[in-house]
C-alpha cells in the first residue's frame, strides 16, 4: 500500500505585476497552510518524501506545511510539477524510489485534481481542488511492477 498526500498550493496573489513563477501566498493562504499543517501534525503524519513545483506559492505552501508538521521531510523542487499535465505527475509518481511509502506532491490546478480523479476508485464523483485542498489516495500496488497503481481509496 502507498499513499500519495495530493496538495493544491495555497491561495496566492492574484497576477498583476508579478510573473507567474513569483507569485507568492497572501496572508489567507498563509493561515490556509498553518490551518492544514495542525491537521496533519495532530494525526501524526508523516511523509517519506515531498515533491514541489519551482513556482514560488508551492514552495511557500510545501516548506511552511512541512515546518509545522514534518519538519524533517526531505523535499524535492521539480520543475515537470509546474503547471503540469496529468502525464507529467504520473511520470513523477512512478519514478519515485521502491521504498518511498507515502509521498507529498505540492502542484497546481487542474492536473492535480484530474490525477486525484484518476486514481480514486470511489464513487463520489469529481473533486475540484481549491487552494491548500488536500487529498489522501491510499493506492493499492502490484509488487511486481514498480508503480502500477489499481485504483485508490
Not at 37 to 46: L, W
Not at 118 to 129: A, H, N, Q
Not at 135 to 142: F, R, S
Request: proline share 4%.
Amino acid at each position: 500500500m502507498k499513499t500519495l498526500y495530493l496538495l493544491r498550493h495555497a491561495e496566492a496573489e492574484k497576477r498583476v505585476l508579478l510573473e507567474d513563477l513569483e507569485r507568492t501566498l497572501t496572508e489567507a493562504g498563509r493561515n490556509q497552510v498553518i490551518d492544514l499543517a495542525k491537521k496533519i501534525k495532530k494525526q501524526s503524519i508523516n511523509f517519506d518524501i515531498a515533491l514541489c513545483s519551482i513556482s514560488q506559492r508551492t514552495i511557500e505552501t510545501c516548506d511552511a506545511l512541512l515546518e509545522n508538521s514534518a519538519p524533517k521531510t526531505p523535499v524535492e523542487r521539480r520543475a515537470s510539477l509546474y503547471n503540469p499535465s496529468i502525464e507529467d505527475l504520473i511520470s513523477n509518481i512512478e519514478m519515485l524510489d521502491n521504498n518511498v511509502n507515502s509521498a507529498l506532491i505540492v502542484s497546481h490546478n487542474p492536473a492535480i485534481s484530474e490525477l486525484r480523479n484518476l486514481l480514486s476508485s470511489e464513487e463520489s464523483g469529481l473533486t475540484y481542488f481549491n487552494p491548500a485542498d488536500m487529498e489522501i489516495l491510499k493506492l493499492d500496488i502490484d509488487p511486481k511492477s514498480h508503480f502500477a497503481w489499481t485504483g485508490g481509496t
